[in-house]
């Protein structure tokens, strides 16, 4: 069984910084892509950013560029997000995601009905 868990949010100030881990287990995910979503409160469910399994093509979303980072051990199968300049937008609940295997184009990185396996989320808050 396929299992996606987030670790690591919380509350942290404007400004501040926070990284977020997802181990994945139960599948093989040698050739998976990885990515992070978020939902804020009455909105929906939008694309962060995510990496290719070689970690050689990373994708982020406009309002992260530049202050958020991911990244990947394939060894632990565990992806990270490091979010810096937080700012109080960036309050959702963050989503782990993978896919089964390598995605076709590169415009389904930023799709969440291409990703097939999901964490439970965490949420994160970032004050003003």
């Known amino acids: 069984q396929v299992q996606l868990v987030e670790s690591g949010g919380g509350l942290v100030q404007a400004g501040g910084s926070l990284r977020l881990s997802c181990a994945a287990s139960?599948?093989?995910?040698?050739?998976?892509?990885m990515g992070w979503f978020r939902q804020a409160p009455g909105k929906e469910r939008e694309f962060v950013t995510a990496i290719s399994w070689s970690s050689v093509s990373t994708y982020y979303a406009d309002s992260v560029k530049g202050r958020f980072t991911i990244s990947r051990d394939n060894a632990k199968i565990t992806v990270y997000l490091q979010m810096n300049s937080r700012k109080p937008e960036d309050t959702a609940v963050y989503y782990c995601a993978a896919t089964r295997g390598l995605l076709a184009r590169n415009s389904y990185y930023y799709a969440d009905r291409w990703y097939d396996y999901w964490g439970q989320g965490t949420q994160v808050t970032v004050s003003s």
């Open positions: 139960g599948g093989t995910f040698s050739r998976s892509v």
